[in-house]
Structure formats: C-alpha cells, structure tokens
C-alpha cells in the first residue's frame, strides 16, 4: 500500500522530493516516475540524470498531511518511525499567492483514498 502512494504521487506533474538526514539535505523537483526494482524504488525526475533510490523494504508506514500555512506532503517513514522521505505538493499552499486550487482538490482526493488503509496515517495540521 505504501508503494502505491508512493507510485501515486508521480501522477502529478510537480512533486519535491526531500531526505534529509543529520549531515545533508536532497530536494529533487519536478515530474516523476517511479520504477520498481526488486530492493528498491527508482525515482526519476523529467528526462535528465536526476533521480533517487528508494529502499522499498524502509517504507513502512505514511503521513499524509494537509496544512494552512505550508504545501501539503506524504511524509514516509521506516519501522522505528524516523523519516525515509517526504514528498511535497507545490502550489497547495492556501497562504501563498500561487495557491492552485484544483491541485489542492486533487491532493483531498488523494488524501481521502487513502485515509483508511492500513499504515496509512491522516495528520491535521490545519
């Protein structure tokens, strides 16, 4: 199920994908498409070099969460709870100027397909 949301999220046509860790902090920005490996996910963003591995077993739950004042995300995190990778939503940040609220429908729908799956967790930060 975790993978799926994670698949999901490339449908749309601009994500920012953030790991952060104590010493260093990757943003990748754009269109994605994910593959899926035996061990890991690929994250490709447009046509370029850019992309991101994902160990597939590390996904064990999700946050979705929507928020006023910062766009919304999926927050994915591994079985002790830390934080594997978060994935934004540009332009869905109600306080801002290039709000768009059709994105922002779409994420709700995104949100309410998945609110009652397991491991699946729906923050409100509102």
Request: aromatic share 8%; net charge negative; charged share 25%.
């Given at each position: 199920?975790?993978?799926?949301?994670?698949?999901?999220?490339?449908?749309?046509?601009?994500?920012?994908?953030?790991?952060?860790?104590?010493?260093?902090?990757?943003?990748?920005?754009?269109?994605?498409?994910?593959?899926?490996?035996?061990?890991?996910?690929?994250?490709?963003?447009?046509?370029?070099?850019?992309?991101?591995?994902?160990?597939?077993?590390?996904?064990?739950?999700?946050?979705?969460?929507?928020?006023?004042?910062?766009?919304?995300?999926?927050?994915?995190?591994?079985?002790?709870?830390?934080?594997?990778?978060?994935?934004?939503?540009?332009?869905?940040?109600?306080?801002?100027s290039d709000f768009d609220p059709?994105?922002?429908?779409?994420?709700?729908?995104?949100?309410?397909?998945?609110?009652?799956?397991?491991?699946?967790?729906?923050?409100?930060?509102?």
């Amino acid at each position: 199920m975790i993978t799926q949301l994670l698949e999901g999220l490339a449908d749309w046509d601009e994500i920012r994908f953030v790991v952060r860790n104590q010493g260093a902090i990757a943003e990748l920005c754009g269109k994605p498409a994910v593959r899926s490996g035996e061990e890991y996910l690929t994250i490709e963003i447009g046509a370029g070099p850019d992309h991101l591995h994902v160990q597939q077993s590390a996904l064990a739950r999700a946050e979705i969460a929507d928020s006023a004042d910062r766009n919304c995300f999926v927050r994915f995190l591994n079985a002790a709870g830390d934080t594997v990778l978060t994935c934004y939503v540009p332009r869905t940040n109600r306080a801002k100027s290039d709000f768009d609220p059709a994105r922002h429908a779409a994420f709700e729908a995104l949100k309410a397909r998945y609110a009652d799956k397991p491991a699946v967790t729906v923050l409100s930060t509102t």
